[in-house]
């Protein structure tokens, strides 16, 4: 069982920068074999695959659509995913979600590979 709380998300204007968190809870040994994923899913469209870590070793994913916008980083010690967002665009506004599945790729894509999920933080950004 991982449960996970997402927070950060807000209102920003086109060209600024948010960072998410997703706080992870679950026994260690379980923690260590997992992949967390952002997702995000804008109004009237399909959730889609934004990034995705390695919690043991570190690897990273990302959609092309946000290579070199975005950023995603694990802190181990604070149990905590982070995706750290750039010039922001109001394309860029959905209610991004964390997940997570057992297993170390990277490269699951979707919604159907994860098996927890968050309850959603909402980016808006204003043009």
């Known amino acids: 069982q991982v449960q996970l709380v997402e927070s950060g998300g807000g209102l920003v204007q086109a060209g600024g920068s948010l960072k998410l968190s997703c706080a992870a809870s679950?026994?260690?040994?379980?923690?260590?074999?997992?992949?967390i994923a952002w997702f995000r899913q804008a109004p009237g469209k399909e959730r889609e695959f934004v990034a995705a870590?390695?919690?043991?070793?570190?690897?990273?994913y990302y959609a092309d659509s946000v290579k070199g916008q975005f950023t995603i980083t694990r802190d181990n010690a604070k149990n905590t995913v982070y995706l750290q967002m750039n010039d922001l665009e109001p394309e860029d506004t959905a209610v991004y979600y964390c997940?997570?599945?057992?297993?170390?790729?990277?490269?699951?894509?979707?919604?159907?590979?994860?098996?927890?999920w968050g309850q959603g933080t909402q980016v808006t950004v204003s043009s």
């Open positions: 997940a997570a599945r057992v297993g170390y790729s990277v490269t699951a894509l979707t919604t159907a590979d994860y098996r927890y």
């Open positions: 679950a026994r260690p040994l379980i923690l260590y074999t997992i992949a």
């Open positions: 870590i390695n919690y043991f070793g570190g690897s990273t």
